[in-house]
């Protein structure tokens, strides 16, 4: 696939120029830069960029065109334009699957309309920033969870995509691009879930201090606040309901992506996990990332069991990754009288409890508030240049664009669990 240069440009912005490019730390990154300036310089005058009507404005997609159909290769999609002072340009490099990515199509939801360009994970090199203010340069290479995916213009199935300063990570030489693009959505939604959710304080972390976002929520507007999440993002919290280092928190899903995050997280602010999850394929990545407890998933009435007496019947934090009926199986190990929280990132039990408060992730917050989003990126970036924080393990796939539908394939038939399947752009940049 011939890489093609962006030629959108904003009074409000800052252009990607060769000698900006080449300062990049590492040879991969010098390397997809020199490559980007190589094309700019042979396809632009010197005094202008590219007409947005040129040809070079154009880039390559995968386009959803239809409910329960495979995405399709788009040739001539136009680059998406930068519309906000805020916004920056990213030439994608590497996409992170997730499940909603094949989930979506195949159950037709979570798409506004069609046809439509998916993807919630992305990592790439950033072409250009605001004028003013920013954290991110020119040059940096980012990763960038998606998390607005009403935006197309933001959406990761294309080559270069749209995205805010403020929710954009950059990503140190030292770790992998390909890696990092596979944590994005995953670390979003673990560290919303323990510090809005759960009014975790992650300030408090000594090792990799982080910021306390119920304090940051709180100094803002509530009408600022996307009205389905408000409830959960302003619930009232007693410090005695928060949870308290050395307390017990279960994790049922433990082994995706999220699971590992959270857990990880969890395990940095000083509490102690409850692992439930395919104990034979999982239980050493698991172990490593600092579970405390390994319990196997097979037989839900024995984990059930096990929580019980391992926690004393005193359990007030759990969060489910894997669905309504495993939320339901988890609620059980939860101590009714004693404030129980219960967080289901797919699903919840229909019939509730009254002693048990329910929680879903308030996602639109990290996109919808600019001093949440920012704190988060800036927390992870600390994470990955402390290496405190242990990535998930991938599986890279080849063929660019063209070869997500097979990727997808291969999720869909779970013979990957455990593991990320990221697609690399990288390699056909510098073709």
Request: net charge negative; with cysteine.
């Amino acid at each position: 696939m011939a890489l093609s240069a962006p030629s959108i440009m904003s009074t409000t912005s800052t252009y990607l120029q060769l000698d900006e490019l080449k300062k990049t730390p590492t040879t991969f990154h010098h390397d997809i830069a020199q490559s980007i300036s190589d094309f700019t310089n042979d396809t632009t005058s010197e005094s202008e960029p590219p007409s947005p009507r040129s040809e070079t404005s154009r880039q390559s997609v995968l386009l959803l065109k239809g409910a329960r159909e495979q995405y399709s290769l788009v040739d001539d999609h136009a680059i998406p334009s930068v519309l906000h002072e805020e916004e920056i340009l990213v030439k994608v490099l590497a996409i992170g699957l997730n499940p909603i990515d094949w989930k979506g199509p195949a159950f037709n939801f979570g798409i506004p309309s069609l046809p439509w360009i998916n993807g919630r994970d992305l990592a790439g090199l950033v072409l250009q920033v605001p004028k003013g203010s920013s954290r991110l340069k020119v040059g940096d290479i980012v990763l960038v969870p998606s998390t607005d995916y009403r935006d197309i213009r933001k959406a990761a199935f294309q080559e270069y995509a749209i995205a805010t300063d403020f929710n954009a990570a950059r990503i140190p030489a030292s770790t992998s691009i390909h890696a990092a693009s596979s944590v994005g959505v995953a670390y979003v939604a673990a560290a919303l879930a323990l510090g809005v959710s759960f009014g975790l304080d992650f300030s408090l972390i000594k090792k990799a201090p982080g910021p306390n976002l119920l304090n940051i929520i709180h100094q803002l507007d509530k009408d600022d606040i996307p009205d389905d999440i408000r409830e959960e993002c302003f619930a009232s919290f007693l410090d005695s309901e928060k949870p308290q280092p050395g307390e017990w928190i279960a994790i049922w899903g433990a082994s995706t992506t999220t699971g590992l995050i959270a857990l990880q997280l969890a395990k940095l602010a000083g509490l102690r996990i409850i692992c439930i999850a395919d104990i034979a394929r999982h239980g050493a990545k698991l172990h490593a990332s600092g579970a405390d407890l390994l319990i196997d998933r097979h037989d839900q009435n024995r984990a059930v069991e096990i929580i019980r007496g391992v926690t004393k019947n005193k359990l007030r934090y759990a969060i489910d990754i894997v669905g309504n009926e495993t939320a339901a199986t988890l609620e059980k190990t939860l101590n009714p009288d004693g404030h129980a929280h219960l967080l289901g990132l797919t699903g919840l039990p229909k019939e509730r409890n009254s002693g048990i408060r329910y929680h879903t992730v308030p996602i639109k917050l990290f996109h919808s508030a600019p001093k949440v989003g920012e704190a988060m990126v800036c927390w992870l970036e600390d994470l990955l240049h402390s290496t405190n924080l242990t990535l998930p393990e991938i599986v890279r796939a080849d063929g660019g664009l063209e070869g997500i539908n097979g990727a997808l394939e291969t999720l869909r038939s779970g013979s990957v669990s455990g593991k990320r399947i990221v697609v690399d752009l990288a390699s056909a940049s510098l073709a």
